[in-house]
């Protein structure tokens, strides 16, 4: 198994960068019971609100906006049982056109 270096603040600053062109920012929402309950101001944050209904997109987006020339010319092969896929998919063709796509998923996606 590989070890991931644990990303910092610069990390995620950078990463922030390169989706904000494809993908917009989550919206953040207060409840007033959830305030009473806590006893503070708490924020939601809605995922939900991105294209697939979850943040792995925006991963997907992170990932392929680093890729060499030589890796996105020999393209990308990603596989899912959700819906993720297909929609990273199709930003990935959007935002970097010479980048090959393969989406595979084992069968058909629940709804």
Known sequence: MTDWPVPDLADVLAARQRIAPYLGPTPL???PALDALTGAQVWVKHENHQPVGAFKVRGGVN???QLTADERRRGVIAAS???STPETSRRWSRAWAPTRW?????GPIPR
């Open 81 to 83: 049982t959700g819906t």
């Open 102 to 106: 393969r989406s595979l998923r084992p």
């Open 63 to 65: 990932l392929v906006s």
């Open 29 to 31: 929402y207060r409840y």
